[in-house]
T-cell receptor, first 115, second 115 residues
Framework: DARVTQTPRDKVTEMGQEVTMRCQPI?????VFWYRQTMMQGLELLAY????????DSGMPKDRFSAEMPDATLATLKIQPSEPRDSAVYFC?????????????FGPGTRLLVL | KNQVEQSPQSLIILEGKNCTLQ??????????LRWYKQDTGRGPVSLTI?????NTKSNGRYTATLDADTKQSSLHITASQLSDSASYIC??????????????FGTGTRLKVLA
């Protein structure tokens, strides 16, 4: 049963520290998405990649967030420096293609708390 | 302004009963509309994806409808089960000639099914 995996599942850090979240998309999927979810804002799309190339990262605070795909099996989302307002659940999702009918498969999320 | 509004915000029903969740949107140019189910502490799971030309899509006991003229969608749950207790999120995509998409998220309907 292929699944998107994310690490770590939980992260507590202090303001100003660097945070790196990792995602392993489903093997063979060529589209990867990063989302953030908070109680106040709900779900937000931060960035997405197709064939490892960034297509859109307009949802991401550029000054502190960065997203990369070093290879087809790993996507990373970094926050440097972290701030309390970054506290949220960060989801990675992958899809088998890129089109208006493609299903996205979500990982379990990384719960981030910045103190 | 692109917006997605869901109603009701929360709903409590008895097991075995049917219910309908609503999603109204003002998104342009419309590409597709997705319904997700999100269990507490987990990532969203795709239920249905509908494009402009589709007005009904079923997934087991879940049936989504789309009226592109009135910009409304509904998710109907038949013979509810305790496992249907979750948040249901409506997401509308705007698609552009560049091949990129913008995702506009509803704030979700929290459903509780009681025995």
């Amino acid at each position: 049963d292929a699944r998107v995996t994310q690490t770590p599942r939980d992260k507590v850090t202090e303001m100003g520290q660097e945070v790196t979240m990792r995602c392993q998309p489903i093997l063979g999927h060529n589209t990867v998405f990063w989302y953030r979810q908070t109680m106040m804002q709900g779900l937000e799309l931060l960035a997405y990649f197709r064939n490892r190339a960034p297509l859109d990262d307009s949802g991401m605070p550029k000054d502190r967030f960065s997203a990369e795909m070093p290879d087809a099996t790993l996507a990373t989302l970094k926050i440097q420096p972290s701030e309390p307002r970054d506290s949220a659940v960060y989801f990675c999702a992958s899809g088998p293609g890129w089109g208006e009918r493609e299903t996205q498969y979500f990982g379990p999320g990384t719960r981030l708390l910045v103190l | 302004k692109n917006q997605v509004e869901q109603s009701p915000q929360s709903l409590i029903i008895l097991e075995g009963k049917n219910c309908t969740l609503q999603c109204n949107y003002t998104v342009s140019p419309f590409s597709n509309l997705r319904w997700y189910k999100q269990d507490t502490g987990r990532g969203p799971v795709s239920l249905t994806i509908m494009t402009f030309s589709e007005n009904t899509k079923s997934n087991g006991r879940y049936t989504a409808t789309l009226d592109a003229d009135t910009k409304q969608s509904s998710l109907h749950i038949t013979a509810s089960q305790l496992s249907d207790s979750a948040s249901y999120i409506c997401v509308v995509s705007a698609g552009f000639l560049s091949g990129t998409y913008k995702y506009i998220f509803g704030t979700g309907t929290r459903l509780k099914v009681l025995a």
